[in-house]
């Protein structure tokens, strides 16, 4: 297997060849993704860059703000396909399990998938990351200190969904292979694909896809948050190879949905209604409700124990339930699922005010009939964001309830089973697998002057990262690739492009309200903490900080 680098800086990188999976034969080395200025304005989109000299490396500095992130994937024609078929609510499960089964489903070896896992570490990871890690999560050169965060970058499903659609290409080098809009929120390694010949299915402005370009014998990737049954149901239809690269932990998600239905319990999803993996999860459902925080969880909570008026109650989650909702037959009985990207330390707390509001409303012993407590919590988001408070020397606090302090108060003694069932994922452990164990911190944390925040613009998780740097009053960039860092047509130059937390994502996306900051980086010493969201690779962050060691005349 080969496969396409995640990032512009390495001096030799690999495209993937139709040598068929697994195998290693085939490597060619290319010239770094970002060629040079000829390749560049042939684009179109990225502007003039020049090259200066790092330890005999091309250093590419790239111009920043002309170019329109995606602008350059093959867009499908408009048109055709606006529905989707209906799977019945009721066979959802077996419905996807005769799909699994199907030879429509492509399915990955063990083998293969840990060869592919293995390659991606490669091309992905970031040597002067590798060095900060060992050394603690801090590194000096010169007068400039590194900080990175003790949880960063890629978690595991992300980095698996990415290599399993690397190895697609391997697998099938000769046909049309459709991503499903952004199989991951990262424009570097969605541009990648892009660059591998693979098209993406464009979203329309009332958010459902055009699958019009697709066609029989395509294949077609599913992303790591997953896709509804619906979307999997018109892709069988359609009579195309699917490449699902679904997180396990997301998918978890669906099975306890499904568990909660069997039981006919209403699924509460803590997550956002629009949100593609909540989308897809819902799916799953027959009867739903998403919440999208704790004050949605206590009005929904008040309303089970006979303070709510149903009118206001059906307005306010008018998009956020299933049709023909009543919630006076609805929330009888309920299980909570999450979508995996929402904070843990949230999730944990809407399952547990549920819980008890049921054993308020119908009391202990008759738990077991009204409320299911799910194991699905994935973890990555919050260790992100702890991480991020460690570095700052500041702690993450946990949402507050009034209702559910009043709760817990009546029924001290009574042990809830969202606490006992509760075993999470550990994304740190298997992130040391993947990125490699680190030496732990053993000196207390040093101020931090300034952070970094690299992530895709539309990553919800990334800009949590920067809310938090901003609560501690430590001024933080969020940008979305390394190049922005620098200046087109000259020297390195000390000035950055960035996100500011006003502008929002899909103003950013095509390069509209990001800020410019000229003297970044001021003189003397310097701490910079480093972080990066969910989906970012870290040669992308790798990238950032060998632009930052070239403004100072540095190298690592
Ligand atoms: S955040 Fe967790 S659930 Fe989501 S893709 Fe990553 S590992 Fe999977």
């Known amino acids: 297997m080969a496969l396409v680098p995640l990032g512009g800086l390495a001096a030799n990188f690999v495209v993937p060849s139709a040598s068929g999976p697994s195998s290693s034969q085939g490597m060619q080395t290319l010239q770094p993704v970002l060629r040079g200025a000829t390749a560049a304005h042939a684009e179109g989109s990225r502007g003039v860059f020049s090259v200066v000299g790092l330890a005999g490396t091309a250093v590419a500095v790239l111009a920043v703000g002309q170019r329109r992130r995606g602008s350059r994937r093959q867009v499908v024609a408009a048109a055709a396909d606006s529905g989707l078929p209906v799977v019945d609510r009721a066979t959802t499960k077996q419905w996807r399990r005769e799909l699994v089964q199907s030879e429509q489903y492509f399915k990955f070896g063990r083998t293969q998938m840990e060869d592919a896992m293995n390659q991606l570490k490669k091309v992905s990871g970031s040597d002067i990351l590798t060095k900060i890690r060992e050394n603690g999560f801090r590194l000096t050169i010169g007068d400039i200190t590194f900080v990175l965060a003790e949880s960063y970058g890629f978690c595991w499903g992300v980095e698996r969904a990415v290599a399993m659609a690397y190895e697609a290409r391997n697998f099938f080098p000769d046909k049309n292979i459709w991503v499903t809009n952004e199989i991951i929120h990262n424009p570097s390694v969605n541009d990648n694909l892009d660059k591998m010949g693979m098209k993406f299915i464009q979203a329309r402005a009332d958010g459902s896809k055009d699958y019009s370009g697709v066609t029989k014998g395509d294949v077609v990737i599913l992303p790591a948050f997953g896709a509804s049954i619906d979307e999997m149901a018109f892709l069988k239809e359609r009579q195309v190879q699917i490449v699902d690269t679904t ?5 978890k998600v669906w099975g306890s949905v499904e568990k909660s239905k069997d039981k006919g319990h209403t699924a509460i999803i803590h997550g956002k209604y629009d949100h ?14 998403v919440v999208k925080n704790m004050a949605e969880a206590e009005y929904v909570a008040e309303y089970i124990l006979g303070k709510g008026n149903k009118e206001e109650f059906i307005r306010k989650f008018s998009k956020a339930m299933h049709e023909g909702f009543d919630p006076d037959v609805d929330l009888d009985q309920v299980g909570v699922a999450n979508q995996t990207t929402m904070l843990k330390g949230e999730t944990e707390l809407i399952g547990k005010l549920f819980e008890r509001t049921m054993i308020k409303k119908y009391g202990p012993q008759e738990i077991n009939n009204h409320f299911m407590s799910f194991n699905t919590i994935c973890d990555a988001t919050q260790e992100r964001q702890d991480a991020m408070y460690k570095m700052f020397d500041a702690k993450y606090e946990a949402p507050k309830s009034v209702l559910y302090a009043e709760l ?6 009574v042990s809830l089973l969202s606490t006992k069932q509760q075993e999470k994922l550990e994304s740190r452990k298997m992130e040391a697998e993947m990125k490699g164990s680190a030496e732990m911190p053993i000196a207390a944390n040093q101020k931090v002057d300034m952070c970094i925040v690299l992530g895709g613009f539309n990553s919800s998780n990334t800009t949590h990262l920067l809310e938090i740097a901003e609560e501690e009053g430590v001024p933080g960039y969020h940008i979305d690739c390394a190049e922005r860092i620098g200046i087109p047509g000259g020297e390195a130059t000390n000035r950055i492009q960035h996100k500011p937390l006003s502008t ?14 000229d003297g970044f980086l001021p003189d003397g010493p310097i701490t910079i903490g480093i972080t990066s969201g969910a989906s970012t690779p870290d040669k992308m962050v790798g990238e950032a900080l060998q632009r930052i060691l070239v403004i100072r005349g540095l190298k690592a």
């Open 247 to 251: 997180c396990p932990w997301v998918s």
């Open 276 to 289: 593609e993996e909540t989308v897809a999860t819902k799916s799953f459902a027959q009867k739903y409700l």
């Open 408 to 413: 817990e108060g009546e029924q001290v003694g």
């Open 504 to 517: 929002p994502p899909a103003k950013a996306m095509l390069d509209e309200g990001l800020e410019v900051k």
